[in-house]
């Protein structure tokens, strides 16, 4: 079976290649030669996760999935969600995001947060999705050196260190990504 995941970030293929069984052949944009920017222009995690699978699926006609990931500030009514990349601009760098949400957060008692990923696949023709949630609290100052994105001014609950003070693979079994993957992967399995 072969699948195409709607991404060229090679941290994420590698996360679900080493999940995945051996009968099922994981394809990356550029192994389809999709090298066109696939706009996310829906306001919904669903809906751009679906934007990136539809385009594959209609543009190049493999089975494709895709995931988008939002961090969810319940101070802040679940901002920045869906924009997270985009928080501090359009071209905003990871670190311009992080110096905006803990200026947003100043002075602020209620730090819980959550990381959401929604995984949209396309299979056989049916639309499924697939959810991971890691719930958790934003720091008030950056910790830690791995990882990316708002990992520094993340510390899942159950833990005392933040995203990117953890390794790979210790970030892999609890993180919003990491479970959405497992129930990709189980119901791959199945279908398998
Ligand atoms: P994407 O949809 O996976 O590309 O994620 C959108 C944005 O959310 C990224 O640009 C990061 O800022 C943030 N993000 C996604 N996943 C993580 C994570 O595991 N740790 C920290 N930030 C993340």
Same mark, same amino acid.
């Given at each position: 079976m072969k699948i195409v995941f =709607?991404? !060229?970030n090679k941290h994420k293929v590698k996360e679900i290649k080493d999940l995945l069984n051996s009968k099922i052949k994981v394809l990356t944009l550029n192994d389809i030669g999709c090298f066109e920017e696939i706009e996310e222009? @829906?306001?919904t995690l669903e809906g751009n996760a679906k934007i990136k699978s539809d385009h594959v699926k209609n543009k190049y006609g493999y089975d494709c999935f895709a995931d988008d990931t939002g961090l969810e500030v319940e101070a802040l009514g #679940? *901002?920045?969600? *869906?924009y997270s990349a985009r928080y =501090? #601009? @359009? !071209? =905003? %760098?990871f670190e311009d995001n992080v110096n905006k949400l803990l200026k947003a957060l100043e #002075?602020? %008692? !209620?730090?819980k947060a959550r990381f959401r990923t929604v995984i949209s696949l396309q299979l056989n023709g049916k639309q499924e999705f697939f959810e991971g949630i890691c719930n958790g609290k934003i720091e008030l100052v950056p910790k830690g050196a791995e990882g990316f994105g708002y990992d520094p001014i993340f510390t899942p609950n159950g833990?005392?260190? %933040?995203f990117a003070e953890m390794d790979l693979s210790t970030k892999g079994k609890i993180s919003h990504r990491g479970r959405a993957v497992a129930k990709l992967v189980e119901f791959l399995k199945i279908k398998s």
């Open positions: =709607a991404t !060229n222009t @829906e306001d #679940g *901002v920045p969600g *869906v =501090a #601009g @359009e !071209n =905003a %760098s #002075g602020e %008692s !209620n730090r833990f005392d260190m %933040s």
